[in-house]
């Protein structure tokens, strides 16, 4: 199935009601079944990977398919490691191929019995959840934080804690503060000095919680607005003061004309004069998800861009560095990968091949997320476009809310 996209004009008005945090909900889930809580978490958002992992942590059964949520995968391979059982977890072909060989290995080193069913070093997995003793691990920080992420939410329940040393360059750090700071929130304490992590054995103590709004979800709003002639845009339950590391862009997105103010419900986004850079240069490390928005924006807005931080890309939904050289090639921009973890672009056109380009999206929500706002510009097609549902189920009902036109084919 393909949608195509058109826009009749370029204003943008109108109020979402933006999906809530994945990275918060399966956190806040884990934690809550960590604390044997009996509240009811507060606004989640009915994307694929929420539900996935809902289902798991209410299921009756011992074998679990988390589909592509790297969360899910990651989160419950620890916290399944220390309840007694048997179980074995699973996801897509994809899931498949990305890594989880540094978590199992650490939890292996807790007292973990984790085997691979089919490749060594990649899920699915079977697991013998038992008893784990904590102490101290070195852990290399280069290749998924949700590796660490993991990791820190059990350790309070472990006997005598965890002390994690990160080796290498630390990616996606804000996702590991995210994930000290929830679980503060539910009152457990941690320290992180220089490269080591240390919580002791406590207890979570539950309490309600209400999931906010979705800041990478938000970062395609800001792509529009950025797009956009005019644009006042109010993104509900999103707090400019966030716990995600993607808040961030509201002062990335000032010198593309986007202001953002705070109001009682959320923030509302402007758009306002602007001289654009003649050149953006970007470490990405911290924000790995929003790749795809600043350089799908660039390439419409003619910013010539060099990223650096992406060596993780390869590894996500799809290779995204790849994704995004073959589908921005369709608009006409020739992405490069001067170095591993690099894009880059000069700022040269050539003229598209397809009059409506269409854009393929590799089972990866964010290439659907970012490239729809496209349509801005000119008409463009989106192939299996439902592949939004891992974040953002009602992505297309909230640009049709604020004028887009879409048909299916
Ligand atoms: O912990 C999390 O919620 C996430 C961490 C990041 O992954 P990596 O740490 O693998 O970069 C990010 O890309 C992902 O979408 C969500
Ligand atoms: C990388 C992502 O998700 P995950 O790793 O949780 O599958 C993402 O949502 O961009």
Known sequence: MQFQLSK?????NGSIDLPSSKSIANRALIIQALSYSPYTLQNLSGSDDVEVMQQVLNSNTNQFDVGHAGTAMRFLTAFLSQIVGEWTITGSDRMKQRPIHI????????????????????????????????????????????????????APCIEGGLTLRLKNKITSRPYIELTLKLMKQFGVRSVWKGNEIRVSEQ???????????????????YQLAALADEASIELKNLRLMSLQGDCQIAAWFKDFGVDSKATPDGVILTKTETKLPKHLQLNLVENPDVAQTMAVLCVLRKVPFHFSGLETLKIKETDRIAALQNELAKLGAAITEPRHGELKWDGNFSLPKEAIPCIATYHDHRMALAFAPTALNFPIAIDDPMVVTKSYPKYYDHLKQVGFEISQS
Request: no cysteine.
């Open 203 to 221: 207890p979570y103590q539950a309490r309600e919680f209400t999931v906010e709004a979705d800041w990478t979800g938000a970062s395609y709003w």
């Open 8 to 12: 009749p004009n370029k204003k943008i």
């Open 103 to 154: 978590l199992v290995d650490a939890l292996g080193q807790l007292g973990a019995k984790i085997e691979y069913l089919e490749n060594e070093g990649y899920p699915p997995l079977k697991i013998w959840g038992s008893h784990l003793k904590g102490g101290i691990l070195e852990l290399d920080g280069s290749v998924s934080s949700q590796y660490i992420s993991a990791l820190l939410m059990i």
